[in-house]
């Protein structure tokens, strides 16, 4: 499996793959916040959180965050 780091360096690779791929129709703040280094870690650091604990893939962590950012879609 690899140590540690290993692990969190193949993941945050997948989360940048995956990020990659944004579309901006179903994600439109995720895809902005992207676009600068900063946004790109705080995405990363956050998606990572959530897999970690074992309860998100990264495709819904990143729904999630999307959700958190966007207005439309907030919950009461």
Do not use: H, S, W
């Not at 793959?17 to 790109?40: N, R, S, Y």
Request: proline share 3%; net charge negative.
């Amino acid at each position: 499996m690899g140590t540690n780091q290993q692990v969190l360096d193949r993941l945050r690779n997948t989360i940048i793959q995956q990020i990659g791929q944004c579309d901006g129709k179903f994600m439109p703040f995720v895809c902005a916040m992207a676009k600068t280094e900063k946004g790109l870690n705080t995405i990363v650091q956050y998606v990572t959180n959530l897999v970690a604990q074992g309860d998100y893939e990264i495709a819904e962590a990143l729904f999630e965050k999307e959700r958190e950012l966007n207005p439309n879609l907030m919950r009461d």
